[in-house]
Structure formats: C-alpha cells, structure tokens
C-alpha cells in the first residue's frame, strides 16, 4: 500500500552541479525538472557525475516544486567506474612521465629545478585532491576545479591521475576530464618547447 501511496519514479540526472552538490532530474515521460540534493540519495557517499539512470519518490517543497527523495541508482553506480585497465594506463603513463623527466634531468637535458617543480606540484596537486574528495564525501566546502586544472597545469598532473585513479575523483565527469588533458597537453607542449634548441637557448 505504502508503494501505491508514494510510487517510485524514473529518471535521468540531467544537471549535476558537484561543488554545490545539487541538480536536477528529467524524469521520464517528460513533465517538469526535479530538484536533487546530495543528501537524498538513499546511497550516501557515491556522488553522482550526470546522466545517470535513477529511481526517486517525488515530494514538493515550500515553494511548491518538485523535489527528489530517497534517490538510487538503477544501475550499480560502481559499474561506471573506468576499467582496471584504464586506470592502470593513467597511472603509466604519469609513472612513464616522471622517469622521463627525471632522465632528462640526469643527461643534463633538463634543469634540476624543472624535474623538482614536477615533484612538487604533483605531491600538492594529490594532496589537493585528496582533500577534495574528503570534503565531497562530508560535505565540506570544495576545492574549485579551476585550482584543480591549475595545479595540473603547473606541472602536477601526474599526481593527479594518481589521485584521480586511488580517490576514484574526478575521473569520470566528462567535462572536468576534457579540460585537464588539455592542461596535460598544454603542459607536455611547454616541456618539449623547454626541451628544443630554442628552450634550451632561452634558459
């Protein structure tokens, strides 16, 4: 009786705003967007990333709009992780990177300073993930993704796949990825302009 009083319906997360923790759904069969709050989810501590199939009760607010409770995903939201292989890709590739950098530095191609800002950013830029993740799973105030994709393009990039991948954060909102491999080709591009005659006349 409870199920026919308060049914469940159906829909798609079309809006997710993580850093303020709110979106809204379409639901299926059209009609109006429902409001969504990290803190409806059934499922605590699985944050969603957009698009994702969900069930929901419908509730109306004080100012009389649709509002989503007691949220889950239709689909095992683990399922939507990247593969083992992917990940472990991400973190060759930065593993791969680093002893680059380091032997270049070695050969004398590459100043001492430039392999240790690599160092550097990366152990800030996972850490600044790290924390980030702890304050999305408490509800805390974030870590603004601009900061993020500085941090990367600073040279901290390879910390941040390593965190992306360990944290399972940020790896898989589409928007936030297209940006930071830019970062990451911006910044390969810098490094093999430092690394040409031209780089190396101007240091």
């Known amino acids: 009786m409870d ?4 049914p469940r319906y159906q829909g798609r997360i079309s809006v997710w705003k993580d850093d303020q ?3 809204f759904i379409t639901p299926n ?3 109006p967007n429902v409001f969504v709050h990290i803190k409806s989810f059934a499922r605590q501590g699985v944050r969603p990333a957009g698009n994702e199939i969900v069930t929901y009760h419908l509730a109306i607010n004080e100012k009389g709009q649709p509002r989503a409770e007691n949220v889950a995903y239709v689909r095992n939201r683990d399922a939507l992780q990247p593969s083992g292989r992917s990940g472990m890709s991400s973190l060759i590739a930065a593993v791969v990177f ?16 430039v392999s240790g800002l690599y160092l550097v950013m990366s152990v800030v830029a996972f850490i600044a993930y790290a924390l ?12 603004k993704e601009s900061t993020l994709h500085a941090l990367g393009f600073a040279g901290g990039w390879p910390g941040a796949l390593f965190a992306q991948q360990i944290f399972r954060h940020k790896y898989k909102k589409q928007a936030f990825q297209q940006v930071f491999w830019f970062t990451v080709i911006a910044n390969c591009v810098a490094l093999g302009w430092l690394l040409s005659s031209s780089g190396f006349d101007a240091r």
């Open 3 to 6: 199920s026919l009083k308060n």
């Open 21 to 23: 923790g709110f979106g």
């Open 29 to 31: 069969g059209g009609g």
């Open 98 to 113: 680093l002893g680059f950098v380091t032997t270049c530095t070695l050969t004398g191609k590459l100043p001492v300073l």
């Open 132 to 143: 980030d993740k702890s304050a999305a799973r408490n509800n805390r105030w974030r870590t």
